[in-house]
C-alpha cells in the first residue's frame, strides 16, 4: 500500500503554476522513489487560489486553504519578491510545511538550464545558453533570453512551458544552486513527514 503526497503551490503567474506545477511532482517523484519507509504516490501538484504577487493576507489565506488538501506547500517569488516568499513560509503557522522556492532572478532562468531539452526542439536557438546550467543564474533578462532560445514557429513562448517542465532533466536542473536549495528544503521536508 502506497502513502500518498500531494503538494500544494502558489506562484507568481500562470506559466510559473505550469513550469514548476510539473517539476514539482516529478521532483517529489524523484526524492521518494528510493524511500525505504514507505511506498510513496506523487500525486499532480495542486495550484492555490491566488497568485503570490497577492498581499500577504490573501496568499496566507490561500495557503489555509491548500493546506487542507496538501502535505506540502510551496510558496514562490521571483528574486524582486524574494521577502514575499520568506515572510510567508515564517509566517504561516501552519502544520504542514511551506517551502520557499525562489529563483536568483525569474524562473524562465530554470528552463534555460537543459540545453539537451532545447535541443530536441526544432528550430531552437540553443546556441544562446550558457555552457554550464548553474550560469543561468547570471543570465540578466531569462524572460528575453528564453524567448530568443524557443523556436519561432509563431507559437508564443508561454507554450514551451510543459513541454520543458516535463522533459528537462532533474540532474542538470539541480546543477542550479536555488533549485538544488529548494529541493534540499523539500527532502528535509519529506524525512520530517516521514516518507523518506
Known amino acids: 500500500m502506497s502513502r500518498p503526497l500531494v503538494p500544494g503551490l502558489i506562484a507568481e503567474g500562470e506559466t510559473d503554476e505550469v513550469f514548476l506545477g ?65 515572510r510567508v513560509v515564517r509566517d504561516s503557522g501552519l502544520p504542514t510545511p511551506v517551502i520557499a522556492l525562489v529563483p536568483v532572478q525569474e524562473t524562465e532562468a530554470w528552463l534555460l538550464a537543459d540545453a539537451g531539452v532545447w535541443r530536441r526542439l526544432s528550430g531552437s ?10 550560469d543561468v543564474e547570471k543570465i540578466a533578462d531569462p524572460k528575453k533570453t528564453l524567448a530568443e532560445v524557443a523556436p519561432r514557429r509563431g507559437k508564443p513562448v508561454r507554450d514551451y512551458f510543459e513541454y520543458i517542465a516535463r522533459n528537462i532533466d532533474l540532474d542538470v536542473l539541480a546543477q542550479v544552486p536555488a533549485y538544488a536549495d ?15
Request: aromatic share 4%; with cysteine.
Open 22 to 86: 510539473v517539476v514539482i511532482s516529478r521532483q517529489l517523484r524523484e526524492l521518494t522513489a528510493q524511500s525505504s519507509r514507505c511506498a510513496v504516490d506523487v500525486e499532480s501538484t495542486e495550484i492555490g487560489a491566488c497568485r503570490s504577487i497577492y498581499d500577504h493576507g490573501r496568499m496566507t489565506g490561500a495557503l489555509r486553504e491548500l493546506a487542507s488538501d496538501c502535505h506540502l506547500l510551496f510558496v514562490h517569488n521571483d528574486h524582486r519578491e524574494r521577502d514575499k516568499a520568506d
Open 125 to 134: 536557438d540553443h546556441g544562446r545558453l550558457p555552457a554550464r546550467p548553474r
Open 182 to 196: 529548494w529541493v534540499s528544503d523539500a527532502r528535509n521536508a519529506l524525512k520530517g513527514l516521514g516518507y523518506l
